[in-house]
C-alpha cells in the first residue's frame, strides 16, 4: 500500500523480548496490517505477516485511539529507563502527522499495544 488515507504504527523495542513492528493502514474499505516479529531468542526465529482487517478492527482501533487521546498526546514524556520496552506509535489521516513515544507506557496509551498485538496475531508476547 503506501498511499493510504490513513495509517498507524506501532514499533515495539524491549530490553527482553525482542522487537516488533504492526503497521494498519486503511484506504476506502480496504485495512491491510503488515507485522514483523523479531525475539531475542534466536531459537523461535521470526513472525511477518500481512493481513487484510474487517472495519470491525479499524473501529477497535479507532476507538483505542480515540481512548488513549492520540491525537492530543505530547511526542514525550519524562519517564526514562534502561530495562522495559519503548513504544513509538506513530499515525497519519492524510497529510497530518503524529509520532508518540513513550518508554513503559501506562494508563490509556498501554492499552493500544496489546490492540494493535491482538489484531496481528501477537498475542503471546509479554508486552
Not at 526465529?45 to 477497535?60: A, P, Q, V
Not at 498526546?73 to 499515525?91: K, N, P
Amino acid at each position: 500500500m503506501g498511499t493510504e488515507a490513513e495509517v498507524y504504527r506501532l514499533n515495539w523495542q524491549s530490553s527482553f523480548h525482542g522487537r516488533a513492528v504492526v503497521r494498519i493502514g486503511q484506504q476506502g474499505d480496504q485495512i491491510v496490517l503488515r507485522a514483523t516479529y523479531h525475539p531475542y531468542d534466536f531459537i523461535t526465529g521470526d513472525f511477518g505477516s500481512d493481513l487484510t482487517l474487517t472495519m470491525s478492527d479499524w473501529r477497535r482501533l479507532q476507538d483505542a485511539l480515540v481512548d488513549a487521546s492520540f491525537w492530543a498526546l505530547d511526542v514525550r514524556d519524562d519517564r526514562i529507563g534502561f530495562d522495559g520496552a519503548t513504544w513509538t506509535i506513530e499515525g497519519r489521516r492524510k497529510e497530518i502527522c503524529r509520532i508518540v513515544e513513550r518508554w513503559c507506557p501506562g494508563g490509556a496509551i498501554w492499552h493500544l499495544g496489546p490492540v494493535f498485538f491482538d489484531l496481528a496475531g501477537l498475542t503471546h508476547i509479554e508486552i
